[in-house]
């Protein structure tokens, strides 16, 4: 997709990055954006980090589910076109964060999850064998290269580039809730207004929500505010 308006980097297992992807695609709805959906993985850039002593004891799952994910969409993209990734995406979020009862986060990258996912969007189920294909990695990590160098490495997870190549890119938004039709174009016009301008740096408020999603139990119009929820970093927990 050359001629996309807007890259998306994402790790499927991201709730933030969930969040504002699907943010980005009223945007894109109603603005008419053709969209390319990238890779970043949090298990590579968090590779040098003993998750043992710096995480909680399902984070380590949780990334390295997600990579797994991201190998399969590599081999979709790769056999069936950039296209596809996108409602790929769209699934793996469905089944991820708006369910009830998530699963354990390892079972996010088996065969058996994924097989039903691909049937679901239209692809060979024979494709949920890439979550154990290594190969893609130095693919994957490429892109997650890719992505910190538009914005430097003390980030997470989304990085969105507007307007590539020459055009504003940065991490996030990370929001904890859906806006409506109008509210999601007012609030894109004014992050990339920010996001534009050559000398901003950072923008940042510690306290925040829980992501309004049923796998974390917080209904639209619910805040859920927990002061140590640290979702949008490169410590995600799911």
Not at 133 to 146: G, K, L, P, V
């Amino acid at each position: 997709m050359a001629d996309a308006d807007l890259h998306f980097y994402f790790d499927p297992v991201c709730p933030f990055a969930w969040m504002t992807s699907k943010w980005v695609r009223k945007v894109a709805a109603q603005r008419e954006y053709a969209v390319d959906w990238r890779f970043i993985s949090l298990r590579l850039l968090n590779a040098h980090i003993d998750y043992a002593t710096h995480f909680p004891p399902d984070y380590e799952a949780g990334h390295t589910a997600g990579l797994r994910l991201l190998r399969v969409a590599s081999r979709v993209r790769a056999e069936h076109g950039r296209a596809t990734v996108g409602p790929l995406y769209e699934a793996f979020g469905r089944h991820i964060f708006e369910v009830e009862r998530p699963p354990d986060p390892a079972l996010r990258g088996t065969q058996d999850y994924v097989a039903p996912i691909l049937a679901e969007v239209g692809l060979p189920t024979a494709l949920a064998d890439a979550v154990d294909d290594e190969s893609a990695d130095a693919e994957i990590r490429a892109e997650t290269d890719e992505a910190l160098a538009l914005t430097g490495k003390d980030v997470g997870t989304p990085i969105l580039h507007f307007r590539p190549p020459g055009g504003t890119s940065f991490f996030g938004p990370v929001i904890s809730r859906l806006p409506d039709d109008d509210q999601a174009v007012e609030l894109w016009d004014h992050v990339v207004a920010l996001a534009g301008f050559p000398g901003f740096a950072e923008l940042k408020r510690s306290l925040r929500e829980r992501p309004q999603v049923p796998a974390f139990g917080v209904r639209p119009g619910e805040t859920g505010v927990e002061e140590d929820w640290h979702g949008g970093s490169r410590r995600l927990k799911r």
